[in-house]
């Protein structure tokens, strides 16, 4: 669902009906993929960033929604390709107006605030850059628990309480983009999710759901921008399961499940993912299928023409028979244990995450201390020691000892940035 109108309080959506095929440039490679979506009572389907083939009975609005007929409460498993790199092209003008479209209750200090930005900026994108500089500089937090807002819940949030979600953080800087004269407009849907390894596929949760902003520019069309992730990862309060104090999460990105603290927990998940495994495969295999092609597979296994009693008789016993399989292999991968050297080095990068030297995805570990002695000169003679005793451990040919081990552990548990 795309937001297009703000009463200052709540989005609304606007139905953009396409007057002819809506169309967008990419030179991309289209990525396909297939989606089984849970019953649900909307009639959205969800794809990847921007559809180039979906079902026949679905219809893509200009603002690039999608929407199947009789898709409501069932089961529906469809094919799609998107390209995920592209140009929207040129904004109509009512999609001009919408995206300009301002409640009555913006404030003075939000105008000044905008109007600060666009002395200091050179064009529309500049202006993007210095809002999500704002939030990054600012004292802003991540939380699912913000305060309360009345009246004004943009302003407030901006100047005030300056703690929220997502939907927050979409609302407000939508909000100022459109005081800049840039057309923005909210965007819901879900961001990541969880790899099932049993099954090969992506499961994604309502806990995925997430709002973001897009914007118009003229070198880009539509451009995604999320504002909430401008938030500094030291800055997100994590939910009550956590413990505040533990050094080992503190500054580090937001997790939303609940850490598997003992052997039981880890295998009531792996069961859990084993489970739902077996039961997508059951839909795409047997109940997505039609009923010839469940009659042609049920005649190639030896059991004739199947009634639906058949079927359920089938799927028990195929069951009974997958069950042992499924607690040997969770055995298996309950069994395996962390690496203790692995375990102390992301411990000792966390503790110089909250100094705000964060290690970049792409960092090794000498390169990471090169920059943090470069940052921080005081710290080269306690970071020297743990990087060589890492590297030894890690890339060495022997791949050390238990007593190189034991060390290298005392180094870490010492080290204070």
Same mark, same amino acid.
């Given at each position: ?7 200052? $309080? ?188 049993l099954g090969d596929y992506l499961i994604v949760r309502q ?106 008789? $089938? ?70 020691p743990i990087i060589r005793a890492y590297v030894a451990l ?8 238990t007593e190189q081990q034991r060390h290298f552990h005392q ?7």
């Amino acid at each position: 669902p795309v937001m297009w109108h703000s009463d200052g $309080a709540r989005w609304t959506r606007v139905r953009l009906r396409p007057r002819e095929p809506v169309s967008y440039r990419s030179s991309a490679p289209a990525t396909a993929y297939r989606i089984t979506l849970e019953p649900s009572p909307n009639n959205w389907l969800f794809t990847l960033d921007l559809p180039q083939q979906f079902p026949a009975n679905a219809t893509l609005l200009a603002d690039f929604q999608l929407l199947g007929k009789e898709v409501r409460d069932r089961r529906y498993r469809y094919s799609a390709s998107s390209r995920l790199s592209y140009h929207t092209g040129p904004l109509s003008e009512r999609q001009r107006r919408l995206g300009l479209q301002l409640p009555d209750n913006i404030t003075p200090r939000m105008r000044h605030l905008v109007e600060q930005w666009q002395r200091q900026a050179e064009g529309p994108r500049a202006v993007v850059r210095q809002a999500l500089d704002f939030f990054r500089r600012e004292a802003f937090y991540y939380t699912l628990n913000p305060p309360l807002l009345e009246q004004n819940p943009a302003d407030q949030f901006l100047f005030e309480s300056r703690r929220g979600f997502c939907e927050h953080y979409a609302t407000s800087f939508t909000l100022l983009m459109r005081l800049a004269g840039i057309p923005a407009r909210v965007v819901t849907g879900y961001q990541g999710g969880e790899i099932n390894p049993l099954g090969d596929y992506l499961i994604v949760r309502q806990s995925d759901a997430h709002a973001w902003s897009e914007v118009w520019l003229e070198e880009s069309g539509w451009t995604r921008i999320d504002p909430t992730a401008a938030v500094a990862p030291e800055r997100i309060e994590r939910p009550f399961e956590f413990d505040l104090q533990d050094e080992e999460t503190t500054g580090l990105p937001i997790n939303f499940s609940a850490r598997e603290r003992d052997l039981l927990q880890r295998a009531w998940r792996q069961l859990g993912l084993g489970m739902d495994a077996v039961n997508a495969n059951w839909h795409r295999w047997i109940l997505g299928y039609s009923r010839d092609q469940q009659r042609r597979l049920m005649q190639w296994l030896g059991m004739g023409n199947p009634s639906d009693r058949m079927l359920a008789l $089938a799927m028990v016993v195929c069951t009974g028979l997958l069950l042992p399989l499924l607690f040997l292999l969770l055995r298996r991968r309950v069994a395996a244990r962390p690496d203790p050297v692995q375990r102390d080095y992301l411990r000792f990068c966390q503790r110089l995450a909250r100094q705000g030297l964060l290690r970049l995805p792409h960092e090794g570990p000498e390169d990471f201390a090169r920059r943090v002695i470069a940052r921080r000169p005081e710290l080269g003679p306690s970071v020297e020691p743990i990087i060589r005793a890492y590297v030894a451990l890690r890339y060495g040919r022997q791949g050390g000892n238990t007593e190189q081990q034991r060390h290298f552990h005392q180094l870490v548990r010492r080290f204070r940035a």
